[in-house]
């Protein structure tokens, strides 16, 4: 067991929209992210997912509004919940969710990524 | 749903060593702190315990060493490890754990608390 350092882990990759997890809390991945663009629409079946801004603004598309997520907030999609990231500028995401939760959510598409440990 | 903004919510209270509950996850809570001087001892019978470093310096005593956490670090304590929070100037700390999570572990005493949401 030892620290994790945030600003570490995002220094160890480049790629866009490919979680990496950092560590688990029982049945949970803790994971970080790095956005920029547009994701795709998407739900999930049967796990909440939440997203907490470590730098940059963050828009989660919502089918009746945006919610506008800035440095230092988080908030809580509900399972069910149709939604579209979009980040204007690059985002470091850090994202708390079971570790059944796909990218994509209930589909598979060339946006799919197995997420690794890193 | 909204954006739930961490220096707003840390600004709502000033107990010490007695978390708030912001969001929930599937079975989850995030909770915050703010902590300055020593915990107790403790340890959980089965739930992992995340402890982020939003401001200051945390230590984590354990039996055999203590793990430091600066700003931006995190760490997973896990399931039946004893750890002793200490925490020389304020903290303010963000935790994931399951909702099931007493801040005193397995033992029930003075320091033990019934988290509210905030």
Request: aromatic share 10%; proline share 5%.
């Amino acid at each position: 067991m030892q620290a994790i350092n945030l600003a570490n882990k995002f220094s160890l990759f480049t790629e866009l929209w490919s979680p990496k997890i950092i560590a688990e809390v029982n049945d949970f991945h803790v994971k970080i992210g790095k956005l920029k663009g547009e994701f795709v629409w998407h739900h999930h079946e049967k796990e909440d997912e939440l997203f907490l801004v470590i730098k940059g603004v963050l828009t989660i598309r919502l089918r009746d509004k945006d919610l506008v997520l800035h440095e230092g907030e988080l908030a809580v999609i509900p399972k069910g919940l149709e939604h579209c990231p979009y980040a204007p500028q690059e985002v470091y995401l850090l994202m708390f969710e079971p570790k059944t939760t796909l990218n994509t959510g209930a589909d598979t598409n060339d946006r799919t990524v197995d997420p690794e440990w890193i």
